[in-house]
């Protein structure tokens, strides 16, 4: 689904608990595994900006994500999953023996600040196109006219070996930066594994898209069976198996930044972001097809590229996608709706 939009943290009342042994790590999710001075078993996830801490029943026996729930709660942007165990004895009043272990996780000053200081903004649009991506590409730097459009020049390991300055139409990598503050690339601070690194007075947005670079269609849908089972060919945008005179190449793209939650005029900027990027999805009325029988079954209204609107009205049997597959359902096609 797509979505834009702002998030700032806030973190639940502090859980006040100390307990005998805790470990873990990792991202997407974090997991941490602790024990408490009553042996019970103790499991925290962190994953899609979503916590959860459980408690197990009874000593002994082991809980992942059942027992005994002490805090669920949704505190990160979406589609954060990444905490060091520091943090979250930090951000949620844990300790262990009586006090907060030493950060150890070399990857946590990468990690989101979730205690409220910073607000996130962010941009995960499905299904786009790669005109219309950079098209996206291009109103972001509209709306930022003297921000610089960077990408990284990388290794054989990938490690960023410098900068260049770049422009929507020559984009061929898979992330670029965005940089509202600086004047030159001599301004933006890097390293090889970062490649753009935070510096206060600049907005550094980081967008993402795969087909830059690999512009062939990436997603393996289910038109196979469809085909199969209807005895005709059944043609799905974005399906990496369709012939090449008809294959669309879609993909997700990713806008990313963050700010202090006081900087005003920062917010200001993403939110007319916001409503330009919001601009090349326009809202499209959708139906679905019963594709055996082509009955019309209802409609609905969702944002969706143009492109993808142009390409389905081009032709026969074009569908933004396809539904069903499973024992006793009928195989159901989505397409924008016929005036």
Not at 150 to 176: I, M, W, Y
Not at 209 to 232: I, N, T, V
Not at 245 to 270: C, G, P, V
Not at 306 to 335: A, K, L, M, Q
Request: charged share 25%; aromatic share 8%.
């Amino acid at each position: 689904m797509n979505s834009i939009g702002f998030h700032t943290p806030e973190l639940p009342a502090p859980l006040g608990i100390d307990l005998a042994k805790l470990r873990g790590g990792g991202a997407c999710p974090s997991q941490f595994f602790g024990e408490t001075h009553e042996g019970l078993s103790v499991y925290v996830r962190y994953r899609n900006g979503w916590i959860g801490v459980y408690i197990g029943n009874e000593p002994g026996v082991e809980t992942f994500g059942g027992g005994r729930c002490i805090l669920e709660s949704g505190i990160g942007p979406p589609l954060d999953g990444a905490m060091s165990l520091t943090q979250f004895c930090t951000n949620f009043g844990v300790t262990v023996n009586g006090r907060i272990p030493d950060e150890t996780d070399t990857d946590a000053h990468r990690y989101k600040d979730l205690t409220g200081r910073t607000t996130y903004w962010g941009a995960n649009l499905n299904e786009v196109t790669i005109e219309t991506a950079r098209n996206i590409l291009a109103s972001a730097c509209s709306s930022l006219p003297n921000a610089l459009l960077v990408k990284a020049l990388t290794d054989d390991e990938f490690k960023s070996k410098r900068l260049e300055l770049t422009s929507p139409r020559q984009v061929d990598v898979f992330n670029v930066w965005l940089i509202d503050g600086p004047s030159s690339l001599a301004e933006i601070e890097s390293g090889p594994g970062d490649y753009v690194l935070p510096k206060t007075g600049q907005l550094t947005i980081a967008i993402h898209y795969s087909p830059w670079r690999y512009p062939g269609p990436r997603y393996e849908k289910h038109a196979d069976r469809a085909e199969r089972e209807l005895g005709r060919p059944v043609i799905v945008a974005g399906d990496r198996k369709m012939p090449k005179e008809f294959e669309l190449t879609t993909d997700f793209i990713m806008l990313r930044t963050h700010f202090s939650k006081e900087d005003h005029l920062k917010r200001d900027a993403l939110t007319k972001l916001s409503e330009a990027i919001s601009a090349h999805l326009p809202v499209t009325k959708l139906e679905r097809v019963e594709l055996a029988t082509g009955n019309s079954i209802g409609t609905f209204d969702r944002p969706i590229d143009p492109v993808i609107v142009d390409w389905c009205n081009s032709g026969p049997d074009r569908w933004v996608g396809i539904e069903g597959g499973r024992p006793n359902t009928h195989w159901i096609g989505v397409r924008p709706a016929r005036q």
